[in-house]
Every structure is written in C-alpha cells, then in structure tokens.
C-alpha cells in the first residue's frame, strides 16, 4: 500500500480558506486517482472531492460544490484540496486516498493515514 501524507489543516474562523495537500510518490502520483475524505465526531468518513488520473475529471459532494477544488499537481506529486467559504459544517478530520476511481467513488481503498484536522470557528 502506497503512503500518503495529509497536511495543511488548522483553526480557521467562518467564512475563511484552507488548502490541503496529500504527499505523494511520483509513482503513486501518476498512477492513481485520488480523494479527499472527511469525518466528523460520530459520523461516518464520507468523499468530499475526487480526481481522476485517467481525464482529470472531478467529483465532489454535494456540501461542497463550488466552495472547495480539487487538484493535482505534478511539480510537487501532491493532491490538493483548496477549501473556501469555510463553515463549522466543515470542521472535520481529513484524509485523503489513492487507488481506481471506482475505488475513490466507492469511500476509498486500503489503509489510511493520520489525516488532519480542519476545525471552523463560528
């Protein structure tokens, strides 16, 4: 299983941004689609943006559309999650994912890492 390493998380007040960013191989990078998931205290891990590695098509929940971006970017073999229009709503752990998109769509693939807190501050 590849390693992925999630940062960019923090304490921001309503109405603020946040970019977050999944470290990744060259190899895992190229190779894979990716998402980024979050969860709340007592709920489930729920997809909050993927991207395709095959057409750079993207999905995104619908809590979010229009407020956050997903992107890739090859200069640092990273995924990143540009966050805007932030509500306590989104106050979550974070963690992103690699694997087949059907993966992505599908709530994720293999193992996951620590993630990173995002807490919005009414």
């Known amino acids: 299983q590849w390693q992925l390493v999630e940062s960019g998380g923090g304490l921001v007040q309503a109405g603020g941004s946040l970019t977050l960013s999944c470290a990744a191989s060259?190899?895992?990078?190229?190779?894979?689609?990716f998402g980024w998931y979050r969860q709340a205290p007592g709920a489930e891990r729920e997809l909050v943006a993927g991207?395709?590695?095959?057409?750079?098509?993207?999905i995104y929940a619908t809590s979010v559309k229009g407020r956050f971006t997903i992107y890739r970017d090859a200069v640092k073999n990273s995924v990143d999650l540009q966050m805007s229009g932030l509500t306590p709503g989104d106050t979550a752990v974070y963690y992103c994912?690699?694997?087949?998109?059907?993966?992505?769509?599908?709530?994720?693939?293999?193992?996951w890492g620590q993630g990173t807190q995002v807490t919005v501050s009414p």
């Open positions: 994912n690699a694997g087949p998109i059907w993966a992505v769509r599908a709530g994720g693939f293999g193992s």
């Open positions: 060259r190899v895992t990078f190229n190779a894979n689609s």
């Open positions: 991207i395709d590695v095959e057409n750079g098509q993207t």
